[in-house]
């Protein structure tokens, strides 16, 4: 059988590739802001903002600069800490303690008594670290912004307990917003040293897809063609109204389905039938990783959503009366004992907040207002595939 890949995890959305092409420029600015901390650690507070639209490159810009951060201090650590798998100050602080192998207790200490501890090993190891706190938004949505404003002001911690710098920070977020809610001291604190990152033009998109697939793809496998075509659909486009334009995890995504379908059809090399498909099948504004951090009855729940609008092709809205009997039927499929109506309302209000649905109020009809929701911009195939596998995946079914 032909084969397309040299090294698949080279397209996966974790992998930190040996070039960021497009990102050299705010490298450097990270690598400046933090020189004199890491020349001389515990000398300053450096904290940078990190600010894009998904998939501009913050994420990986800031991993790369940790592997710098590696190599050249061997007193400086680089800790990531996901604020969307930790939105609690001290699910934050447990594991910034892990990453940097202390151990402090899981439960029974208040936030305040945690930090404490956390200082006090920080201190008695003589460590440092570049703490970056990604997708920070949501530590402030969730724990207000009192959070985030403790470890800002942590420099006034440091100063009377008579220690030294123990963290620099960086921020990373989609926009400033997080900052406007914080208090006046904090945002002084804080300071203005923003890196932006702009969405990528399909110039730009190209580069990066070829980086990548040198990487990840046998030489003969793929024509740039292949790739100019999946830049045009992902790169800015000033005509285009699409938001999630500019996006590169979008692109490496579509690149990734289309080099699958190309080995799973046997064939030698990419053609522009497997991008048209993978295009067609690749999930734009929502993330498998944050599908899998719903609770498991909002992910049934999500499912049934999908299921009905897939039985409803005519139909762009479905009710929720319907949603909610699909449910039902899915939870006899699993086992799983169904919750409640009230919980339902719920888990419909999250999936409108984090984007997964649209929801509006119907006033027609007879029997009054009835909640209507749709899915506008996900291929629904897609999703239930990713749903279903995430789901059974949990379930060990
Ligand atoms: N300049 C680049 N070169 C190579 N790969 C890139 C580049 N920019 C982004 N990527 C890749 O695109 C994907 C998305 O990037 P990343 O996660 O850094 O975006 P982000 O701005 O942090 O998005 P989000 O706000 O959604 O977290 C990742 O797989 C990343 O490796």
Redesign the pocket.
């Known amino acids: 059988m032909p084969r397309i890949f040299r090294n698949e995890a080279a397209l996966t ?1 974790e ?1 930190i ?1 040996g070039k ?4 050299e420029e705010q490298l450097k600015q990270l690598e400046t802001y933090f020189s004199g901390f890491l020349e001389e650690p515990g000398s300053m507070y450096p904290k940078v903002v990190l600010i ?1 639209r ?8 800031s991993r790369k600069f940790g592997n710098y951060v590696i190599k050249s201090s061997n007193r400086v650590r680089y800790v990531h800490v996901s604020c969307f798998l930790n939105r609690t100050l001290s699910s934050v602080l447990k594991d910034v303690g892990v990453q940097l192998n202390i151990a402090i207790p899981k439960r029974g200490f208040s936030t305040e008594e945690l930090l404490k501890m956390l200082l006090d090993m920080i201190k008695e190891k003589d460590a440092y670290a570049i703490v970056a706190l ?2 920070v938004f949501h530590l402030v949505n969730n724990s207000g912004p009192h959070a985030l404003g403790t470890l800002i002001r942590l420099g006034e911690e440091y100063v009377s307990r008579g220690d030294r710098y123990r963290f620099g920070l960086i921020l ?1 977020s ?1 926009d400033l917003t997080f900052r406007d809610q914080l208090d006046r001291s904090s945002q002084s604190a804080l300071g203005n040293a923003v890196i932006k ?1 702009e969405p990528y033009t399909k110039d730009q998109i190209f580069e ?1 897809l070829l ?2 697939a040198q990487e990840a793809l046998l030489d003969g496998a793929y024509d740039e063609e292949i790739l100019e075509m999946i830049a045009d659909v992902a790169g800015i486009d000033e005509n285009s109204m699409d938001d999630h334009r500019g996006d ?2 979008y692109a ?1 995504d579509i690149l990734w389905r289309a080099s699958k379908l190309a080995e799973m059809k046997g064939s030698e090399r990419i053609l522009p039938e497997h991008v048209r498909e993978a295009i067609k099948n690749t999930l734009r504004g929502i ?1 498998s990783d944050e599908l899998r951090m719903l609770p498991l009855h909002e992910k049934i729940f999500l499912l049934a959503i999908v299921k009905s609008l897939t039985k409803n092709p005519n139909s762009p809205y479905i009710p929720f009366g319907l949603a909610e009997d699909e449910y039902q039927v899915l939870c006899e499929q699993y086992g799983e004992e169904p919750r409640k109506h009230t919980q339902l309302w719920e888990y419909l209000k999250d999936l409108n907040t984090k984007g997964f649905v649209e929801t509006r109020t119907s006033s027609k009809g007879m029997r009054g207002r009835t909640t209507l929701i749709s899915i506008p911009s996900e291929p629904l195939v897609t999703l239930e595939e990713e749903l279903r596998k995430i789901i059974e995946g949990e379930l060990g079914t």
């Open positions: 959305p992998y590739p960021l092409p497009h990102r894009g998904p998939g501009s490159g913050k994420t990986v810009t990604d997708d990373i989609q990152f990066i980086t990548r590169a995890r490496i993330r």
